[in-house]
């Protein structure tokens, strides 16, 4: 008898951590929403636009990588003459992108490599519970009606590989500088310029950016995803 109760005794803690484990992976599977990709048939649409429409000097291309199944942004940051400071290269998808609220406590996954990593400017962006997307990527919430497009900057490691890169829904603003793409105020900072859900479900508008800083900026990218890691995190 006193055997067998310690032997039960025992069995209780590794009970619960499989009892924890089994809950966790069934009542909290991570969820992922694809916003973008280049393995289907019809892979996403970007069209590349710089710094030239408003009279800068940067270069830049966007091509697909149809063997490798991946988007290519290339190019160069170069000051704008007018400004005397660093212009822009930027690829931009407008698409009906699936609703993606239910991620909004987690992250942005991108799946992406870089022969420039030292490149300090990269920032993605997307336009999302917005009526108008383009308006609201050129004024970032300093033009009156412009709120709606939210900004982070994010940096790709060294390497040959493709590696995942997670940017947090905290981590986006839409209150930043036109001219830097810089945040004027941070989600930490004020939970007004935060995504929300109610925005997450419908995001009209996905833009890659090189700017703020001089330099050649050289980008692939597999994917970007929305993941709700807040599960992941559980477990």
Wanted: include cysteine; proline fraction near 6%.
């Amino acid at each position: 008898g006193g055997l067998e109760s310690v032997a039960s005794l025992c069995l209780v803690p590794i009970l619960f951590v499989v009892m924890r484990v089994a809950l966790g992976a069934i009542c909290c599977a991570a969820v992922d929403v694809e916003l973008t990709g280049f393995e289907g048939s019809t892979p996403s649409h970007f069209e590349e636009m710089n710094d030239p429409v408003m009279g800068g000097q940067s270069t830049g291309t966007w091509t697909v990588n149809e063997q490798g199944k991946y988007g290519v942004m290339d190019g160069e940051v170069k000051d704008v003459p007018s400004l005397k400071a660093p212009g822009f290269v930027a690829a931009t998808c407008n698409d009906k992108f699936p609703d993606a609220s239910a991620t909004v406590s987690g992250s942005v996954v991108m799946t992406v490599r870089s022969t420039t990593p030292n490149y300090t400017g990269f920032k993605l962006a997307f336009a999302a519970g917005t009526v108008s997307p383009s308006y609201s990527c050129r004024g970032g919430g300093t033009l009156p009606g412009s709120r709606g497009c939210f900004k982070a900057p994010f940096t790709v490691p060294a390497g040959d590989d493709f590696v995942e890169v997670r940017i947090p829904f905290s981590a986006f603003s839409d209150n930043w500088s036109p001219y830097t793409g810089d945040q004027i105020k941070t989600c930490k900072e004020d939970k007004d310029v935060c995504p929300t859900a109610d925005a997450l479900k419908t995001i009209k508008q996905l833009q890659l950016m090189a700017e703020g800083h001089d330099g050649k900026v050289h980008l692939e990218v597999k994917s970007i995803r929305a993941s709700d890691d807040a599960a992941v995190a559980f477990i």
